[in-house]
T-cell receptor
Framework: AQTVTQSQPEMSVQEAETVTLSCTYD???????LFWYKQPPSRQMILVIRQEAYKQQNATENRFSVNFQKAAKSFSLKISDSQLGDAAMYFC?????????????FGKGTKLTVNP | EAGVAQSPRYKIIEKRQSVAFWCNPI?????LYWYQQILGQGPKLLIQFQNNGVVDDSQLPKDRFSAERLKGVDSTLKIQPAKLEDSAVYLC????????????????FGQGTRLTVV
């Protein structure tokens, strides 16, 4: 079974600074997807960024980028120029690319605080 | 585009009572998921539907939890009887996912139902 580990329960960053959230995962599969989801307080979870395991190039979405190290099974999220609206819980998630069950396996999350 | 709708937003019940949650996925989404998110943890899949068929319910406590998706659209999740440890946020999500290799589709989440069992 796949597992996802987020070793940082909480992180804080100053507004306009850069922060990196860590995620490691365990799988025996070669084809899969990795995601970072953002869950603001009392609001719905939204997708921040995704990475296909077969792509070597790291995904980027505006101020959000990932560092995907397939051999190390590491998938960190970098948030540049942090904004107050980035404050939320961030979840790393894994999904198999093989048909049959496309469930997302989540880590425990990292609570990000952005200080003005 | 309307998102995933869930109701109610909040529910407080006593242990051993019954409760039901409702989810309306995004129009056209074949796959529907119910996740349980206990405070301080990441969401855990309870059940996944593809249209009106169950794909994965391996982590659903079937002695007390049940779910159905009539006509492949709306879904209800029921707990009967509830236990204190069922206190959690119940998230519904939907996607266009189909069983094709390397088909990458995004899951959209509702706002969830926060259940408190006292």
């Amino acid at each position: 079974a796949q597992t996802v580990t987020q070793s940082q329960p909480e992180m804080s960053v100053q507004e306009a600074e850069t922060v990196t959230l860590s995620c490691t995962y365990d799988t025996s599969e070669s084809d899969y997807y990795l995601f970072w989801y953002k869950q603001p307080p009392s609001r719905q979870m939204i997708l921040v960024i995704r990475q296909e395991a077969y792509k070597q190039q790291n995904a980027t979405e505006n101020r959000f980028s990932v560092n995907f190290q397939k051999a190390a099974k590491s998938f960190s999220l970098k948030i540049s120029d942090s904004q107050l609206g980035d404050a939320a819980m961030y979840f790393c998630a894994y999904r198999s690319a093989q048909g049959g069950s496309e469930k997302l396996v989540f880590g425990k999350g990292t609570k990000l605080t952005v200080n003005p | 585009e309307a998102g995933v709708a869930q109701s109610p937003r909040y529910k407080i019940i006593e242990k051993r009572q019954s409760v039901a949650f409702w989810c309306n996925p995004i129009s056209g989404h074949a796959t529907l998921y119910w996740y349980q998110q206990i405070l301080g943890q990441g969401p855990k899949l309870l059940i996944q539907f593809q249209n009106n068929g169950v794909v994965d319910d391996s982590q659903l406590p079937k002695d007390r939890f049940s779910a159905e998706r009539l006509k492949g659209v709306d879904s209800t999740l029921k707990i009967q009887p509830a236990k204190l440890e069922d206190s959690a946020v119940y998230l519904c999500a939907s996607s266009l996912a189909v069983f094709q290799r390397n088909m990458n589709t995004e899951a959209f989440f509702g706002q969830g139902t926060r259940l408190t069992v006292v």
